[in-house]
């Protein structure tokens, strides 16, 4: 199915995004004088050439990997719709190199706004403010705009460069966003002419999304800052949208970061014997059938192809899950069997991805076993 199917279409292909290139990978950093690593000259020669010419290109972030197109330029960023084939009703974030870059997306910062981006700018925290500016291609036609200031060394040194960037994450839309350069290449190879590696990124998941045009925060995606780091400097708690209400980011209603592969979804099971067992028959039938099944788990189980060991620390969780998602799915197989983490700090963004990824969730409390679809 395409991706969007009976929402919103992307565009037609521009012409920019119509192009066939030949996709070059540059590394983003050199070796600077004093040893350590600086963000190489050609790349971000090479990136700042594209994007004037109003030409996407792939950067990395400290999240995952962006494609980016200067805000400010209708065409280039129409292309990144079409590029990604997303759902024209689906914004993006725009990207600042700092707050003096905010008015020329016509956003000035609210006090809640401006306590948190001084706590956690540079960093994974996208805001989500009114605008006066005109820039539908950017919001999608709403009236408010999201907006970060990256971490990472070779996205703030481009966009000091170009300007802000509009960026979704680098992958075909519906696909696990990428995490290393091999994915975006993968996904977007001969739609873009640069994809800047920068290795394996430090998060692995996207930024937390919240909106803070009222006077307390609503969480609108969970992401790699924690609700608890919200909440430790903000004095409130953070507000969820309404389960089955209105989706509040028009993000959320698409399905999302879904591999090829079924992906079947069970809680923590150290503790839940009844959840271990489980696994195991649904592993032992899925086998019977033929399918070929992976899994990812903290203790091994019998009777699967393969087995990523589950890690304890949930920040390496998040940074390794969209490549085996990935991974297991350039192996052919059918059936990936994954334990959830408990829901706090990161471990919220990740269930939350994994939830949206799943093609069954499996309940098992310690007395009662059900099963859901899709
Ligand atoms: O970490 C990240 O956030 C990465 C890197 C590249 O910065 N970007 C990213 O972008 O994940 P994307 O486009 O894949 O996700 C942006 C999310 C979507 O769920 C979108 O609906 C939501 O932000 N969003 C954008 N503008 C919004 C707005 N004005 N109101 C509510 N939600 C908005
Ligand atoms: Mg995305």
Same mark, same amino acid.
């Given at each position: ?19 066939? &290139? ?23 020669? +090479?990136?700042?050439? &594209? ?7 792939? *950067? ?8 980016? @197109? ?23 974030? %725009? ?11 016509? /956003? ?28 539908? &291609? ?27 960037? %509009? ?5 075909? +839309? ?54 608890? @780091? /919200? ?14 209400? @209105?989706?509040? +980011?028009?993000? *959320? ?40 099944? %992976? ?28 490549? &085996? ?12 069997? /994954? ?36």
């Amino acid at each position: 199915m395409t991706p969007g199917h009976g929402q919103l279409k992307a565009p037609a292909l521009t012409r920019v995004a119509d192009h066939d &290139w030949a996709t070059e990978v540059l590394a983003a950093f050199e070796p600077g004088a004093a040893g350590a690593p600086v963000p190489s000259e050609r790349a971000l020669t +090479s990136a700042t050439d &594209w994007l004037r010419r109003g030409v996407p290109v792939v *950067m990395p972030t400290e999240t995952v990997y962006g494609l980016a @197109a200067p805000a400010l330029d209708r065409d280039a960023v129409t292309a990144v719709f079409a590029i990604k084939q997303r759902p024209l009703d689906n914004p993006l974030i %725009a990207h600042v190199a700092g707050l003096e870059q905010l008015p020329e997306l016509g /956003i000035r910062l609210s006090s809640l706004a401006a306590q948190l981006a001084e706590a956690f700018w540079p960093g994974p925290l996208t805001l989500v403010l009114p605008t006066r500016s005109q820039m539908p &291609w950017v919001t999608a036609g709403l009236d408010s705009i999201a907006v970060r200031q990256p971490q990472h060394e070779f996205a703030r040194a481009l966009i000091q460069r170009v300007g802000p960037l %509009a960026a979704p994450s680098a992958n075909r +839309s519906g696909l696990p966003s990428p995490t290393r350069a091999s994915h975006a290449l993968q996904d977007l190879n001969g739609l873009v002419p640069l994809i800047v590696d920068a290795g394996e990124l430090e998060h692995g998941v996207e930024s937390t999304v919240l909106d803070v045009r009222g006077t307390v925060p609503v969480l609108l995606r969970p992401g790699a800052l924690s609700t608890e @780091a /919200i909440e430790a400097v903000c004095g409130c708690a953070v507000l969820l949208p309404q389960a089955g209400g @209105a989706a509040r +980011s028009p993000g *959320m209603k698409y399905r999302h970061y879904s591999p090829r592969a079924q992906l079947w979804l069970y809680p923590p099971l150290a503790g839940n014997a009844r959840a271990a067992r489980q696994l195991a028959a649904d592993a032992h039938e899925l086998r019977a059938r033929g399918r070929r099944v %992976a899994a990812i788990v903290r203790e091994p189980v019998p009777e699967v192809e393969r087995i990523i060991p589950l890690p304890a620390e949930a920040r390496q969780v998040a940074r390794a899950l969209f490549h &085996w998602l990935r991974e297991l799915d350039d192996q052919g197989i059918d059936c990936v069997l /994954i334990e959830g983490v408990p829901a706090i700090g990161v471990g919220r963004a990740i269930m939350d991805r994994l939830e949206r990824a799943a093609t069954h969730i499996r309940r098992v409390e310690t007395t009662v076993a059900s099963l859901e679809g899709p």
